[in-house]
């Protein structure tokens, strides 16, 4: 931002503590390409995004646990073993703090979970759970 100060407050704090640089027209234009390489790089990372989540939009990503009587299984599928699923079958990379589990999956079948690829790009996928 470019704000105006007190002459000795810049010229005895701001400036020798590096918290500001004087508005000259250079440091201006450097200003402006920061904001618009920011901005570039703001697009790029949300167009990867959504590539990678059309990649995996409405795909079954299958997992496999183990059964007890009933179809129980015995713990829960984490988020760890479904984002391993994602790498190994669709060879895609996620983290696993970005799989949205809004309850731990202790049965078999499929479940519905969201994947959080981007803070704007959200992607639906199903997790089949089988018997090992």
Do not use: M, W
């Not at 920061?34 to 570039?40: D, K, L, P």
């Not at 479904?82 to 799989?99: C, G, H, P, T, Y």
């Amino acid at each position: 931002d470019v704000v105006e100060v007190a002459e000795g407050y810049g010229r005895n704090y701001l400036l020798p503590r590096g918290l500001a640089v004087e508005a000259s027209a250079g440091n201006l234009r450097q200003v402006a390409q920061q904001r618009e390489a920011e901005s570039n790089r703001a697009q790029r990372e949300l167009k990867d995004a959504e590539n990678l989540g059309a990649k995996i939009k409405a795909k079954d990503v299958q997992v496999a646990a183990r059964v007890g009587e009933g179809g129980r299984l015995f713990g829960s599928v984490t988020t760890q073993e479904i984002a391993d699923q994602l790498r190994r079958q669709f060879s895609v990379e996620i983290d696993k703090r970005k799989i949205d589990l809004k309850e731990p999956i202790k049965s078999l079948g499929a479940h519905s979970v969201v994947v959080k690829v981007h803070p704007q790009v959200h992607v639906p996928i199903t997790v089949k759970v089988v018997a090992e």
